[in-house]
């Protein structure tokens, strides 16, 4: 059997791989520089196609895809979000991804995505901060202490100067584990009885909690003047975090409206609802944080742009390293309209 041309090979990043990479960058430099990879990218929000992601969902979770292209490179997510997984020993988001180049169609990159959707999560929760939070905010409080919140901290702490973390969550074993990992990484970190106490004090708060439900994670009271919020747990259709007391008074930016009116907490608001896209503050075509007592929130859903990003930022990375294998996924014939005799001199 003739072996695969290199046309024919397609790099493709394993979760071992994946953690290599992590570590041979540095983790908070991955987060900084994500964070700085998905900013340039929404300065040029208008180069992209945009689509609400194609969701299937059942009672127990979802199934998504989440593709985008600039004309140049067109990528895709697969991920899904199961809160009931993690009683099953299993966990609550899986995800893969594809980059492929737009004038061929050939795949340029195949990745795991599971922990980069992780890490380009955080990088989005920093760059909304970047631009909204109050100035010199030096403490966070971290609703929610599951999967993504060790990220989200460490991103802050990196990109934003967060120098505390006040740690809650429904379970005290998530939030044992949260503080145990953060140990050592410059964090002041304390671990709180109730979410009011994780509140007290924290100029930037983030809820990321999991269950596919309409809860109230943060009622109106608790939240006071001047604060930013990144709502940025896992969303679907009946899925909230925040109460809507809190939305009537906040200034909220979003990724992409048409996907976040479906899944995020404006779900809960009328359909035409003010809202502002992150992307236009970024540019400067719309106001961001403009008061000291001003409420900013991020509704942030996840977009498939900064999957993009991410994925781009990968590939970069990856050249003059060996942390990728290579997979004979495309068939390529010596005659491109020959596709039966490459299969019968396989014989």
Not at 63 to 72: A, K, R, V, Y
Not at 130 to 159: C, D, K, T, W, Y
Request: hydrophobic share 45%; aromatic share 6%; glycine share 8%.
């Amino acid at each position: 059997m003739i072996p695969p041309s290199r046309q024919a090979l397609v790099p493709f990043v394993s979760v071992a791989n994946m953690m290599r990479l992590v570590h041979r960058i540095g983790l908070e430099t991955m987060l900084a520089e994500l964070t700085d990879e998905i900013e340039a990218d929404f300065r040029r929000w208008p180069d992209f196609d945009k689509t609400p992601r194609v969701a299937s969902h059942s009672e127990v979770g979802v199934i998504e895809l989440m593709p985008t292209s600039d004309g140049q490179t067109y990528g895709f997510k697969y991920v899904n979000g199961h809160p009931k997984n993690t009683r099953e020993g299993l966990q609550t988001v899986t995800a893969f991804g594809v980059l492929a180049d737009v004038d061929t169609g050939y795949p340029l990159l195949v990745s795991e995505m599971t922990l980069l959707t992780a890490l380009r999560t955080a990088a989005s929760s920093a760059l909304a901060a970047r631009h909204l939070a109050p100035r010199g905010a030096r403490v966070m409080a971290m609703i929610g202490n599951g999967a993504q919140s060790e990220f989200q901290a460490l991103a802050l702490h990196a990109v934003n100067g967060i120098k505390e973390v006040r740690l809650w969550d429904i379970d005290p074993a998530a939030t044992a584990k949260c503080r145990a990992n953060l140990a050592g990484t410059g964090l002041r970190v304390l671990p709180c009885r109730t979410p009011e106490e994780a509140i007290e004090g924290a100029q930037i708060i983030t809820t990321c909690t999991a269950d596919k439900q309409l809860a109230t994670i943060l009622t109106d009271n608790m939240v006071g003047a001047g604060v930013h919020i990144n709502a940025i747990g896992g969303d679907c259709p009946g899925k909230t975090e925040l109460a809507p007391g809190i939305l009537h008074r906040a200034d909220i930016f979003v990724e992409y409206p048409p996907q976040t009116r479906i899944e995020g907490e404006i779900q809960q608001l009328a359909p035409d609802h003010p809202v502002t896209e992150l992307w236009q503050v970024i540019t400067g075509a719309a106001a961001g944080r403009v008061s000291d007592a001003q409420v900013t929130l991020f509704d942030g859903v996840g977009f498939a742009v900064e999957d993009f990003s991410a994925l781009r930022y990968v590939l970069r990375q990856l050249q003059g390293t060996q942390l990728f294998q290579e997979l004979d996924m495309i068939a390529d014939p010596d005659d491109p309209r020959d596709l039966f005799g490459m299969l019968m001199r396989a014989r």
